[in-house]
């Protein structure tokens, strides 16, 4: 089910179709959502008085989007080792909580993160079967060699497109990974193997995962910057980050030596869904990539991203309930939301300082440009040709400044 966009979606690139282009094979359009935590006012807020879960108000304004996707894919920062639930340091969370955000219309989730072994072997292992029996596909950690190599990287063909995911983690907080356990560590050795991996199983376009970043930090760092440049030289075609808690700037690049550009890296996409009330932690960024197939090549046809907020709504009671809300939609309509002054007014505040962020972001780890390829004939026959950067569209910063996307939507809960 396609359903209209919500509010406001920027438009970082888009890529028209060559005039001379083959037709189109192909179409997918991906939906990236940020960290899933676990703070245990989270799971409170959730419990029945039967003592089960119900995390679909969570979702529920968000869940349109997400289900509008051909693939939407979550951050799963979170263990599910069973009770005793708990949450900041070593989180374990309820398995409702895996299977609302499954319902709310995510497809994949990501595991490899610094809270991968926060529960230790019980932890990885229980997480893995849960997500199994829930048949959420996943990929990052695995319980062993064994399963990893038949696994990973993980291959989906959907919509004449043959996607190939990847996730890797900085870390796990200084917990060394139990044996026979494997979390993806950010390796560059491991890495090639598992792009060539991808390209020899027929991937069409490869997207890395990565955890990675310093804490509530909004810029990327050099380390960042350098593994997403090393990840773009050996395959990948797009780079979605996590981790920081916080939206860090976004980059779209075009090397002269890779066909395929724009390269988007998304260094951060903040925090989906936490108890983290900080005004840069209470919010993030679901990133929207569409890609397009044709000629036998699969590119990056258009990128686009949508503020939302964590919401913490007072119901019948005095109970604090959470909700996730598409911010340009709520800050139009913040009747329909419940928001009050105090929320609205941090709702606008995160609001302006996510688009403020991201207008200020340069285009690329270069600049916004493309490669136009001028070729050159002697009798008819291809002489020799030429390929040189050009501005990738009439301006070449800042990302979303031309043109700026506004789609009027209404959620179904209303």
Wanted: net charge neutral; proline share 5%; glycine share 8%.
């Amino acid at each position: 089910m396609r359903l209209k966009r919500l509010s406001c979606l920027m438009l970082l690139a888009a890529v028209a179709c060559k005039a001379a282009a083959q037709p189109c094979v192909g179409h997918l359009r991906l939906v990236f959502a940020g960290d899933l935590m676990g703070h245990m006012p989270l799971h409170k807020a959730a419990q029945q008085p039967d003592g089960s879960y119900d995390y679909e108000p969570c979702f529920r304004y968000v869940k349109d989007y997400i289900e509008s996707a051909d693939l939407a894919i979550l951050n799963l920062e979170v263990t599910l080792a069973g009770k005793p639930y708990t949450g900041f340091p070593c989180f374990s969370s309820p398995d409702a909580y895996a299977a609302a955000a499954r319902d709310a219309g995510f497809d994949i989730f990501a595991t490899a993160n610094n809270h991968s072994v926060d529960k230790g072997r019980r932890g990885i292992e229980r997480t893995l079967r849960i997500l199994d029996s829930l048949d959420i596909p996943h990929l990052g950690t695995y319980a062993d060699e064994q399963q990893r190599m038949e696994t990973y990287p993980l291959i989906v063909n959907r919509n004449g497109i043959r996607l190939a995911l990847l996730n890797y983690t900085y870390g796990t907080n200084g917990i060394a990974v139990p044996r026979p356990n494997v979390v993806n560590l950010i390796d560059t050795l491991q890495m090639l193997q598992d792009i060539k991996k991808a390209q020899r199983h027929g991937a069409d376009f490869i997207i890395a995962l990565m955890h990675w970043g310093i804490e509530y930090q909004r810029h990327n760092n050099k380390e960042q910057q350098r593994i997403a440049r090393w990840l773009f030289d050996h395959g990948c075609g797009a780079v979605v980050g996590a981790h920081p808690h916080v939206v860090q700037n976004l980059t779209i690049d075009a090397n002269l030596d890779n066909d395929r550009y724009p390269e988007p890296v998304v260094y951060s996409l903040g925090n989906f869904f936490s108890n983290q009330q900080d005004e840069d932690c209470n919010g993030g960024i679901m990133f929207e990539l569409e890609l397009l197939k044709q000629g036998g090549k699969t590119e990056v046809y258009s990128c686009a991203y949508m503020p939302v907020f964590v919401y913490r709504a007072v119901v019948e009671g005095g109970r604090r309930q959470y909700r996730i809300v598409p911010s340009s939609d709520a800050l139009s309509y913040p009747d329909l939301y419940g928001l009050g002054a105090a929320d609205l007014n941090r709702l606008k505040r995160f609001d302006l300082s996510t688009r403020d962020l991201l207008q200020d972001c340069q285009a690329g780890l270069g600049s916004l440009y493309r490669i136009q390829e001028t070729r050159f004939y002697d009798n008819g026959q291809p002489a020799w040709r030429r390929r040189q950067r050009v501005p990738y569209l009439d301006y070449a910063t800042p990302f979303y400044g031309h043109p700026l996307r506004c789609v009027a939507w209404r959620s179904r809960a209303f």
